[in-house]
């Protein structure tokens, strides 16, 4: 009887195993309308969360959000002020020197296992 249960019990793992594997696979390929704009919405937040994370702000204001959200709403204020154009021009420009940097520092860093040695 033990060994019936035991065997009922893995069984019933298994298979949960299995269903959750299949919802999480429905889930990755479903196409309603409102999922992809979700989907769509969650990456655009996590690629500006990044520019925060790559600018270094986070680690300057020690992960204060309050500063961090102060700062943001400092530049919205900027951007409606009458010199907003003139503005954007320039934070374009420095934020391309800075992508352009940062592309020059990587690709001259040598790749895994590239380094060389015995």
Excluded: C
């Excluded at 900027?78 to 990587?106: C, H």
Aim: glycine share 10%; proline share 2%.
């Amino acid at each position: 009887m033990a060994a019936a249960l035991t065997a009922s019990q893995a069984t019933l793992r298994r298979t949960q195993a299995q269903r959750n594997r299949l919802i999480l696979a429905n889930a990755r390929n479903d196409n309603r309308d409102w999922r992809v704009n979700r989907r769509e919405r969650t990456r655009r937040l996590i690629e500006l969360g990044g520019l925060v994370v790559k600018s270094g702000i986070d680690q300057l204001v020690d992960d204060d959000r309050a500063v961090i959200y102060g700062l943001l709403v400092e530049a919205a204020a900027k951007v409606r002020d009458a010199g907003g154009p003139q503005q954007i021009a320039l934070w374009r420009r420095r934020g391309a020197r800075a992508f352009a940097s940062e592309k020059e520092t990587n690709n001259s860093a040598p790749k895994n296992g590239s380094g060389g040695g015995a």
